[in-house]
């Protein structure tokens, strides 16, 4: 198991900001180099573990503790240090730099001239020397070129245009020359001044020994030959033209073409041959009964009267031809050939599609000499061999005499019907009959309100917001409804669904037929009426108040006062006539002889002279005496002593009281 290393995230790049790099790559003065740099990466790898297991072992005393150790590997996390390259530009060496530029160092400065490339004075005229500082020769001027030393006398060496040192005669050569007499080109993989440059070119380009620019290998391009070809060209400079055709892809060198899938040949010009198809036409068609093999995709185009992926299957029943698209027509039960459609008929029968029955119509046999026992309003066939019925859509028993069973339908009563709710559907077409009190095609939908019965054709008739059932029209009274059509209200005395409830109202109240309410009738109240009316009050629900002045309150029911004896009127707030006294002044006055009775309790008071209980008796003068009123206490009759508010009737005492005018007398 190798450690493959998955690098997951740099996490520090270092040395990477090192000096802006603003020198012209361009100039002939700066030269590149690689430089190495280090990343801190974290990487996954494979960790190594020791894995203890428990397993079965031979010695039957530690069976179970036998282990075995394995190593195993899990995904573990590190930091690393990764080496990366970048290319880096300087001044070449014997350049300096200065500003963006490099220019050449001369170790010896030149006295009257100029530094041109390193360690070279070009001298002003009429000096010499390697650093300019000594006067000319002869004339003090220097050596026409190609002459040095002392009077000029000396043909110079340098080849390939180099200069030579007008004093020394050592040859300053041009770039791309190395050597004594700069004879030599650089060495291979160099170039430039003095050959110091290293070539940049990849991909074996050779390099311009005074330049450095890359002429590429075939099959390259680019300023370092760093890329191929681009596609559709390939070879020298990349000016071959790519001849594969088909899609296929040349080699950037050689041009040798690579095809897709289904195509060969030098050029992919040719398809795959028979039988194969794919890259390089590497793999076998598996197309069965000389069905036809795409030769890019391998896909089988199977030969009509077959189907299937690789065309191993006949065509499906009722069906053939090519992809089997065609419908076979062969009846009572012929074959039908996968292929061409031929029918094979069943014995009995003839003609193209076997449609024809052997016998006439009606017969049956090997000489046609039976009575078909079919009926023949639902049949279709019957069998010229057997006699055997086949009974048309709907029909089914050996004699095709009867109908479909109840949920199916269709030729041969094969197919279900699709009907919900009790719904039988029709023998022939399937259609649903629905039971009563559903519709729509499947029956799923309940009859609207108010309609009902078989198809939902017929109206309801119940009232008072009945609920009619959806089946038979039947009226589910509410509450106080009764009656087949809810049209009756419940008869008084009960109340509630169906009238069932017992009305508990008292004292003639009314019971609501709907929730069993009393509503009281004047004088009571009460949930159920049982109770009278409080004092004080009276009528409808005790609503009214009693309006009496000299009374015990008033009727509950009619509000008429109750008066005290000696009052009377609707109010009793009148006293009773003269001659009447006691309850409602019902009662005559008995006093005689012009004296005058209590309307309260009757009691008379005698006229001047005339005394006793009923002012019979004369008075005698006699008598007359200090007059004392005497004045007992006694109760009416029926009536409580000492209530508050009632009033105490005044009787004499013992009748002896004697009115005479201004004067009493006592006897
Ligand atoms: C002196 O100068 C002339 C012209 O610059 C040149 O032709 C000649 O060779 C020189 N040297 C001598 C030794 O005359
Ligand atoms: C196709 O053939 C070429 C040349 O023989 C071979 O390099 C390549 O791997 C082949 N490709 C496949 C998918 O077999
Ligand atoms: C065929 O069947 C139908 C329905 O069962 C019946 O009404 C008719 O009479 C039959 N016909 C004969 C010829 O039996
Ligand atoms: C169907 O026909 C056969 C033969 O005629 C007869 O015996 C049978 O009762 C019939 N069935 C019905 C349901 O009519
Ligand atoms: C009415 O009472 C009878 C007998 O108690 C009962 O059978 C019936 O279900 C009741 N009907 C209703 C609507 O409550
Ligand atoms: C007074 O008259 C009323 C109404 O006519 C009657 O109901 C009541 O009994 C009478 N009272 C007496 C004490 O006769």
Same mark, same amino acid.
């Given at each position: 198991?190798?450690?493959?290393?998955?690098?997951?995230?740099?996490?520090?790049?270092?040395?990477?900001?090192?000096?802006? /790099?603003?020198?012209?790559?361009?100039?002939?003065?700066?030269?590149?180099?690689?430089?190495?740099? &280090?990343?801190?990466?974290?990487?996954?790898?494979?960790?190594?573990?020791?894995?203890?297991?428990?397993?079965? +072992?031979?010695?039957?005393?530690?069976?179970?503790?036998?282990?075995?150790?394995?190593?195993? $590997?899990?995904?573990?996390?590190?930091?690393?240090?990764?080496?990366?390259?970048?290319?880096?530009?300087?001044?070449?060496?014997?350049?300096?730099?200065?500003?963006?530029?490099?220019?050449?160092?001369?170790?010896?400065?030149?006295?009257?001239?100029?530094?041109?490339?390193?360690?070279?004075?070009?001298?002003?005229?009429?000096?010499?020397?390697?650093?300019?500082?000594?006067?000319?020769?002869?004339?003090?001027?220097?050596?026409?070129?190609?002459?040095? *030393?002392?009077?000029?006398?000396?043909?110079?060496?340098?080849?390939?245009?180099?200069?030579?040192?007008?004093?020394?005669?050592? +040859?300053?050569?041009?770039?791309?020359?190395?050597?004594?007499?700069?004879?030599?080109?650089?060495?291979?993989?160099?170039? *430039?001044?003095?050959?110091?440059?290293?070539?940049?070119?990849?991909?074996?380009?050779?390099?311009?020994?005074?330049?450095?620019?890359?002429?590429?290998?075939?099959? $390259?391009?680019?300023?370092?030959?760093?890329?191929?070809?681009?596609?559709?060209?390939?070879?020298?400079?990349?000016?071959?033209?790519?001849?594969? /055709?088909?899609?296929?892809?040349?080699?950037?060198?050689?041009?040798?073409?690579?095809?897709?899938?289904?195509?060969?040949?030098?050029?992919?010009?040719?398809?795959?041959?028979?039988?194969?198809?794919?890259?390089?036409?590497?793999?076998?068609?598996?197309?069965?009964?000389?069905?036809?093999?795409?030769?890019?995709?391998?896909?089988?185009?199977? &030969?009509?009267?077959?189907?299937?992926?690789?065309?191993?299957?006949?065509?499906?029943?009722?069906?053939?031809?090519?992809?089997?698209?065609?419908?076979?027509?062969? /009846?009572?039960? @012929?074959?039908?050939?996968?292929?061409?459609?031929?029918?094979?008929?069943?014995?009995?029968?003839?003609?193209?599609?076997?449609?024809?029955?052997?016998?006439?119509?009606?017969?049956?046999?090997?000489?046609?000499?039976?009575?078909?026992?079919?009926?023949?309003?639902?049949?279709?066939?019957? %069998?010229?061999?057997? !006699?055997?019925?086949?009974?048309?859509?709907?029909?089914?028993?050996?004699?095709?005499?009867?109908?479909?069973?109840?949920?199916?339908?269709?030729?041969?009563?094969?197919?279900?019907?699709?009907?919900?709710?009790?719904?039988?559907?029709?023998?022939?077409?399937?259609?649903?009959?629905?039971?009563? !009190?559903?519709?729509?095609?499947?029956?799923?939908?309940?009859?609207?309100?108010?309609?009902? !019965?078989?198809?939902?054709?017929?109206?309801?008739?119940?009232?008072?917001?009945?609920?009619?059932?959806?089946?038979?029209?039947?009226?589910?009274?509410?509450?106080?409804?009764?009656?087949?059509?809810?049209?009756?209200?419940?008869?008084?005395?009960?109340?509630?669904? *169906?009238?069932?409830?017992?009305?508990?109202?008292?004292?003639?109240?009314?019971?609501?037929?709907?929730?069993?309410?009393?509503?009281?009738?004047? !004088?009571?109240?009460?949930?159920?009426? %049982?109770?009278?009316?409080?004092?004080?009050?009276?009528?409808?629900?005790?609503?009214?108040?009693?309006?009496?002045?000299?009374?015990?309150?008033c009727d509950p029911v009619s509000g008429y006062c109750r008066c005290y004896p000696g009052w009377t009127g609707i109010h009793c707030d009148n006293v009773c006539p003269q001659g009447f006294w006691g309850p409602n002044c019902s009662v005559s006055c008995s006093c005689q002889n012009g004296g005058s009775c209590s309307p309260e309790d009757g009691t008379c008071v005698c006229a001047p002279g005339y005394r006793g209980t009923s002012c019979k008796r004369i008075c005698l003068r006699l008598l007359w005496a200090t007059a004392i009123v005497v004045r007992s206490v006694s109760t009416a009759p029926g009536y409580a002593t000492g209530l508050p508010g009632h009033r105490q009737s005044a009787s004499? @005492?013992?009748?002896?009281?004697?009115?005479?005018?201004?004067?009493?007398?006592?006897?």
């Amino acid at each position: 198991m190798g450690s493959s290393i998955a690098v997951l995230a740099l996490l520090l790049v270092l040395g990477f900001a090192t000096g802006v /790099q603003s020198l012209n790559p361009d100039d002939p003065n700066v030269c590149s180099h690689w430089e190495s740099y &280090a990343v801190t990466v974290q990487e996954s790898y494979a960790h190594p573990f020791d894995q203890i297991y428990y397993t079965r +072992c031979t010695d039957i005393l530690n069976w179970f503790k036998c282990t075995r150790h394995r190593i195993s $590997y899990k995904t573990a996390y590190r930091r690393g240090v990764r080496t990366m390259y970048r290319r880096r530009s300087q001044c070449c060496p014997g350049y300096f730099e200065s500003g963006d530029l490099c220019v050449p160092l001369c170790t010896e400065e030149c006295v009257h001239g100029r530094c041109v490339s390193p360690d070279t004075c070009q001298c002003e005229p009429g000096w010499g020397g390697l650093d300019c500082s000594s006067a000319n020769t002869a004339n003090g001027t220097g050596c026409e070129s190609d002459y040095w *030393g002392p009077h000029c006398s000396n043909r110079c060496q340098c080849q390939n245009g180099a200069k030579c040192n007008p004093i020394t005669g050592a +040859c300053v050569c041009t770039d791309g020359y190395q050597g004594w007499r700069c004879e030599e080109p650089c060495e291979y993989g160099y170039y *430039g001044k003095a050959c110091q440059l290293p070539c940049q070119c990849l991909n074996g380009a050779t390099c311009n020994h005074e330049t450095g620019e890359c002429i590429c290998a075939p099959g $390259y391009t680019g300023a370092f030959c760093g890329e191929r070809c681009p596609s559709g060209s390939h070879g020298p400079q990349c000016e071959q033209r790519c001849p594969c /055709q088909n899609g296929g892809t040349c080699h950037h060198i050689t041009g040798d073409c690579s095809c897709p899938a289904g195509w060969t040949g030098s050029v992919c010009a040719q398809p795959c041959p028979l039988g194969k198809y794919g890259i390089n036409c590497s793999k076998d068609c598996s197309c069965r009964n000389g069905g036809l093999c795409d030769h890019i995709t391998g896909q089988c185009q199977c &030969a009509a009267g077959f189907s299937g992926r690789r065309c191993q299957d006949d065509c499906p029943v009722g069906t053939f031809g090519p992809q089997c698209n065609q419908r076979c027509e062969c /009846q009572n039960g @012929a074959k039908c050939h996968h292929i061409n459609g031929a029918c094979l008929c069943e014995t009995g029968f003839k003609g193209p599609n076997c449609q024809e029955r052997f016998c006439p119509p009606g017969l049956y046999g090997l000489i046609c000499d039976k009575y078909c026992p079919c009926n023949t309003t639902n049949t279709v066939s019957c %069998h010229p061999l057997s !006699g055997e019925c086949t009974c048309s859509a709907g029909w089914t028993g050996l004699y095709c005499n009867e109908t479909c069973p109840p949920g199916y339908y269709g030729e041969g009563c094969m197919l279900p019907c699709s009907c919900t709710n009790g719904a039988d559907c029709h023998p022939v077409t399937g259609a649903c009959i629905c039971a009563p !009190g559903f519709m729509g095609e499947d029956c799923a939908t309940v009859c609207l309100p108010g309609l009902y !019965g078989p198809n939902c054709m017929s109206t309801c008739s119940c009232h008072n917001h009945a609920t009619c059932s959806p089946v038979d029209g039947s009226c589910i009274c509410r509450e106080g409804w009764q009656g087949v059509d809810c049209s009756i209200l419940c008869s008084s005395g009960t109340w509630g669904l *169906g009238c069932n409830q017992t009305c508990l109202c008292g004292n003639g109240a009314a019971c609501d037929p709907i929730d069993g309410t009393c509503t009281c009738s004047p !004088g009571w109240r009460g949930e159920h009426c %049982h109770e009278s009316c409080p004092d004080g009050t009276y009528g409808l629900e005790c609503r009214e108040r009693c309006d009496c002045s000299h009374a015990d309150g008033c009727d509950p029911v009619s509000g008429y006062c109750r008066c005290y004896p000696g009052w009377t009127g609707i109010h009793c707030d009148n006293v009773c006539p003269q001659g009447f006294w006691g309850p409602n002044c019902s009662v005559s006055c008995s006093c005689q002889n012009g004296g005058s009775c209590s309307p309260e309790d009757g009691t008379c008071v005698c006229a001047p002279g005339y005394r006793g209980t009923s002012c019979k008796r004369i008075c005698l003068r006699l008598l007359w005496a200090t007059a004392i009123v005497v004045r007992s206490v006694s109760t009416a009759p029926g009536y409580a002593t000492g209530l508050p508010g009632h009033r105490q009737s005044a009787s004499s @005492a013992s009748g002896s009281l004697c009115n005479q005018g201004s004067v009493l007398c006592v006897l």
